[in-house]
């Protein structure tokens, strides 16, 4: 199921990005969310508002909770993706539920955002074979490692990934520096300027990973300048 509910979010583009994050969390105001539920969906169909990239995308009963995941036992692409075809911004948070089910050659997946086409695009991947987090962008078809803050070696961040169990994850897009939490801790944070316009939001697996979302919600993060004189 999908809702909209009216909301801004105001912050300032002066200062560093933390001090943007503190702002983002202290001036909410009103709202505008994208919620996705799934409950009113139809299993073994697209949910409303989403379109198919890749793979086969399609509600699944799950313990007699609906779910989004995609269900082809050997896909054809590479990187199954599915986005919200009703939502293209820029500065957003995104928010959702993740459980790892299986895969024989891969697990694992995460979320798009800031997606042009099928060859340009940012996503992040949580890895339960190797158990780590990685960003990437995908430019002209070819994936790069974002790098992190405060990291001079490799990109991934080792996490310990269970299978079958529920992870709540977000993701706050603040112009050029994206944050990620897991279980509402924050992880880490990388910045990358390559696609620096509005996009759509979604969802992906690699090759045969099973992997569930659920509870997904997309809220766009709306700006003003601040000036030296303003409060």
């Known amino acids: 199921m999908h809702t909209y509910i009216i909301s801004f979010l105001i912050v300032s583009l002066l200062g560093n990005t933390a001090d943007r994050i503190s702002d983002i969390k202290s001036k909410q105001t009103l709202d505008l969310n994208h919620a996705f539920t799934f409950e009113k969906d139809s299993v073994n169909e697209l949910p409303h508002g989403w379109k198919n ?5 399609k509600v699944t009963d799950d313990e007699e909770n609906k779910v989004i995941s995609q269900v082809a036992p050997k896909p054809k692409s590479y990187c199954n993706i599915a ?3 009703t939502l293209q911004e820029k500065n957003i948070r995104i928010s959702a539920r993740m459980k790892f089910t299986g895969g024989k050659k891969e697990r694992g997946g995460g979320i798009v955002w800031r997606y042009q086409d099928t060859k340009n695009y940012y996503l992040l991947w949580i890895n339960p074979f190797n158990n780590c987090i990685t960003e990437y962008r995908i430019k002209n078809g070819h994936r790069v490692e ?8 490799l990109p991934d961040v080792p996490f310990k990934i269970a ?11 603040i112009e050029d520096e994206y944050i990620f ?3 509402g801790k924050e992880l880490f944070r990388e910045t990358d300027k390559a696609f620096t316009k509005e996009g759509y939001v979604g969802i992906w697996t690699k090759a045969d990973a099973q992997t569930y979302f659920d509870n997904i919600e997309v809220q766009p993060l709306l700006f003003k300048v601040r000036t030296d004189n303003s409060e």
Do not use: A, N
């Open 53 to 57: 990239i890749s793979g086969e995308w």
């Open 83 to 85: 986005i919200i075809d």
């Open 181 to 183: 939490f897991i279980d």
């Open 163 to 173: 299978l079958h169990k529920w992870y709540q994850i977000e993701l706050q897009v």
């Open 146 to 153: 974002l790098p992190i803050y405060g990291r001079t070696r």
